[in-house]
């Protein structure tokens, strides 16, 4: 049997689908960014995500960025489903070393990330990580129409420009950057924006995983996207000008991008245009772009 450093995340996902998706009872399709459950005029969405330290921690970031991302993370999916968050509830390991204190400043990140959302906790569970720490959040929101991930050829637009996730991998390759665009990569704003085009949305997803997050649906549609250079935020290229990072480079080391892709009803950002293709890809003009992070792979360049 092959290795999940084999056949990565997508591989993963193909094989938990095939021993559940005869369980499976959400109203949206089963490799969606959540899931949905019908009640009464409206739809309860639900998503989870989760990360661990060692990961999602960079040196210059505190637990406390730790909570808020995820949370934020969480709820980005349902978001990006039509559903306006209204609580979250949290599982998390913690190691047995650490302090009290420690735990106080993760759990205010995500206080924090739950007055960002004006949302509420639900509760979570607490358990031991034999080394560094780990959250789960699951975030749950009301829709009163979905959106599924429908992707067709057109205008491609976007929550917002895209790029200050990139920033965190600057900083890391020794790039100077501003502490003013640096806190846009440590602490997100989560794209509510959307609730407000979302009526006439046709299709949507968030980018948190990078390009990747965007390419799983084009291989399902036969589609390729074109990104135009004015999808990258210009203050964001502005600041890495001077350490050789260009936009191809900022769309190639995205992760952890809490913005929605979408089609349909006001274009909040137009970022390109989604066209017909035998071989599905994601290109800035004519250079291709990296999916971004895979967790059994690490930075992949499939699709490329």
């Not at 979302?198 to 949507?204: Q, S």
């Not at 089609?263 to 004519?286: A, F, K, N, T």
Request: with cysteine.
């Amino acid at each position: 049997m092959p290795r999940l450093k084999e056949v990565g995340e997508t591989g993963a996902l193909k094989l938990i689908e095939a021993i559940t998706r005869h369980r499976y009872g959400g109203d949206l399709p089963y490799w969606d960014d959540a899931a949905a459950v019908k009640v009464g005029d409206r739809w309860l969405v639900i998503s989870i995500d989760g990360t661990h330290s060692e990961y999602s921690l960079w040196p210059w970031m505190s637990l406390e960025d730790l909570g808020y991302r995820v949370v934020i993370g969480a709820a980005t999916d349902v978001i990006a489903k039509g559903g306006e968050p209204f609580g979250a509830a949290v599982s998390l390991g913690a190691p047995a070393s650490a302090s009290t204190e420690d735990l106080e400043e993760l759990i205010r990140g995500v206080v924090m990330g739950l007055d960002t959302l004006d949302a509420k906790m639900l509760g979570g569970d607490t358990n031991r990580s034999p080394r560094g720490w780990w959250v789960d959040a699951v975030a749950m929101g009301w829709a009163r129409k979905l959106v599924p991930a429908d992707f067709t050829s057109g205008k491609l637009c976007a929550t917002s420009c895209l790029g200050y996730s990139a920033l965190n991998e600057a900083v890391a390759e020794g790039c100077e950057v501003p502490e003013d665009l640096l806190v846009r990569a440590v602490k997100p704003e989560p794209p509510t924006g959307f609730l407000r085009v979302a009526e006439e949305a046709v299709a949507a997803t968030d980018i948190s995983d990078g390009a990747s997050s965007l390419y799983k649906h084009l291989v399902r549609r036969g589609l390729s996207a074109r990104l135009h250079e004015g999808a990258v935020c210009e203050d964001v290229i502005n600041a890495l000008e001077d350490c050789g990072r260009d936009a191809a480079w900022v769309l190639n080391h995205l992760g952890e991008e809490y913005i929605i892709l979408y089609q349909g009803g006001e274009c909040l950002c137009d970022v390109g245009e989604l066209v017909e293709s035998g071989e599905p890809s994601v290109r800035l003009g004519d250079k291709p772009v990296e999916l971004g992070w895979d967790n059994f792979l690490g930075r992949s360049g499939l699709g490329a």
